[in-house]
């Protein structure tokens, strides 16, 4: 059995916790797709990819980038993987959520490499934006405006922390930056999955605009793409830590920390693992449901720009049994 069509690609974007991961596992969850037919790669800036480990579903074809964005340092990986899922007659669809410092343009370009040509197709460009933090604190916006820029569908998240003067303020402001694109008002990531694999129109577009600058490449390469303005650090964590340390620990962490997630073991249940997220100052420490069975490694995630990873390293010498109280 070979492929007569090509396969579809949804491409999921969105800056440092949006709230990506926790849409894509809506998704998941309530989509009449089957799973078996679904394939997902998921882009982590840094060594660990965390969310892979969130998504992790039975029978889910689950694929993990790590160690560079794929809109950059890891591009090959990305075109070769997405290559070889199109080699598969047996998938249907394949979900791309990208880092959340990724450069849409970037992707959309490796994406439309001649290898993957008439082998694929975009079905949607979908950007989930954190509508309590927009435009976002981090000293760079240019990349989130950019993800704005090339969505066809938007999907305002968070708007529990929003009153309507504040949600009308963003979408007014996403308005300008994209006046195409269908934006639709999110809570916690969830939304009807339909809409999600829906075909957009401006994603063909999109996609066309890519393939154009493969052709007027001529062989001579892509643009230089600067590198990102952050730095990553994982802290791994062996042992449970007291709960009450680790609130100190997060307490302390320095204003450069942006966003930090992982999994922990809390001394007071060891047995039980908990999933840690943090977006600037809003944190939340959750009970991991493991309906994967597979083994994760323990330890966090710190994203942010110019880490000062001696100090933070030091800072974390609270969590080690010898100072817990």
Same mark, same amino acid.
């Given at each position: 059995?070979?492929?007569?069509?090509?396969?579809?690609?949804?491409?999921?974007?969105?800056?440092?916790?949006?709230?990506?991961?926790?849409?894509?596992?809506?998704?998941?969850?309530?989509?009449?797709?089957? %799973?078996?037919?679904?394939?997902?790669?998921?882009?982590?800036?840094?060594?660990?990819?965390?969310?892979?480990? %969130?998504?992790?579903?039975?029978?889910?074809?689950?694929?993990?980038?790590?160690?560079?964005? #794929?809109?950059?340092?890891?591009?090959?990986?990305?075109?070769?993987?997405?290559?070889?899922?199109?080699?598969?007659?047996?998938?249907?669809?394949?979900?791309?959520?990208?880092?959340?410092?990724?450069?849409?343009?970037?992707?959309?370009?490796? %994406?439309?490499?001649?290898?993957?040509?008439?082998?694929?197709?975009?079905?949607?460009?979908?950007?989930?934006?954190?509508?309590?933090?927009?435009?976002?604190?981090?000293?760079?916006?240019?990349?989130?405006?950019?993800? #704005?820029?090339?969505?066809?569908?938007?999907?305002?998240?968070?708007?529990?922390?929003?009153?309507?003067?504040?949600?009308?303020?963003?979408?007014?402001?996403?308005?300008?930056?994209?006046?195409?694109?269908?934006?639709?008002?999110?809570?916690?990531?969830?939304?009807?999955?339909?809409?999600?694999?829906?075909?957009?129109?401006?994603?063909?577009?999109?996609?066309?605009?890519?393939?154009?600058?493969?052709?007027?490449?001529?062989?001579?390469?892509?643009?230089?793409?600067?590198?990102?303005?952050?730095?990553?650090?994982?802290?791994?964590?062996?042992?449970?830590?007291?709960?009450?340390?680790?609130?100190?620990?997060?307490?302390?962490?320095?204003?450069?920390?942006?966003?930090?997630?992982?999994?922990?073991?809390?001394?007071?249940?060891?047995?039980?693992?908990?999933?840690?997220?943090? #977006?600037?100052?809003?944190?939340?420490?959750?009970?991991?449901?493991?309906?994967?069975?597979?083994?994760?490694?323990?330890?966090? #995630?710190?994203?942010?720009?110019?880490?000062?990873?001696?100090?933070?390293?030091?800072?974390?010498?609270?969590?080690?049994?010898?100072?817990?109280?």
């Amino acid at each position: 059995m070979t492929r007569t069509q090509p396969l579809p690609l949804l491409l999921l974007t969105g800056f440092l916790g949006s709230g990506k991961t926790t849409t894509l596992g809506h998704w998941l969850k309530h989509t009449d797709v089957p %799973l078996k037919r679904t394939a997902v790669i998921i882009n982590d800036f840094g060594s660990v990819n965390v969310d892979a480990a %969130l998504l992790a579903r039975r029978q889910l074809e689950l694929r993990s980038i790590t160690g560079g964005c #794929v809109c950059c340092q890891s591009f090959e990986d990305l075109v070769a993987q997405v290559g070889a899922l199109a080699d598969n007659p047996d998938f249907d669809l394949v979900w791309i959520e990208t880092s959340g410092l990724a450069d849409p343009e970037e992707v959309l370009d490796h %994406l439309s490499a001649p290898e993957l040509q008439d082998r694929t197709m975009i079905r949607r460009l979908i950007l989930v934006i954190d509508g309590s933090d927009f435009p976002c604190s981090w000293r760079s916006r240019a990349v989130q405006e950019e993800q #704005v820029r090339y969505a066809d569908l938007i999907l305002l998240n968070k708007t529990d922390r929003l009153d309507d003067a504040a949600r009308q303020r963003v979408e007014i402001s996403l308005r300008k930056i994209n006046p195409s694109a269908e934006i639709v008002m999110t809570r916690h990531g969830e939304i009807t999955p339909g809409l999600l694999s829906e075909t957009g129109a401006s994603a063909a577009a999109a996609q066309a605009q890519a393939r154009s600058r493969h052709d007027d490449d001529d062989g001579h390469g892509h643009e230089e793409h600067l590198p990102h303005a952050a730095s990553t650090l994982f802290l791994s964590l062996s042992a449970p830590v007291e709960r009450a340390a680790f609130q100190r620990f997060l307490g302390s962490l320095p204003i450069s920390v942006f966003r930090a997630k992982g999994f922990i073991r809390l001394a007071e249940s060891p047995g039980q693992l908990h999933t840690f997220q943090q #977006v600037r100052d809003q944190s939340e420490l959750l009970l991991l449901p493991l309906e994967n069975g597979s083994d994760i490694t323990t330890g966090l #995630v710190f994203i942010g720009p110019h880490l000062d990873v001696k100090h933070i390293r030091e800072l974390a010498d609270v969590l080690t049994p010898t100072h817990a109280t």
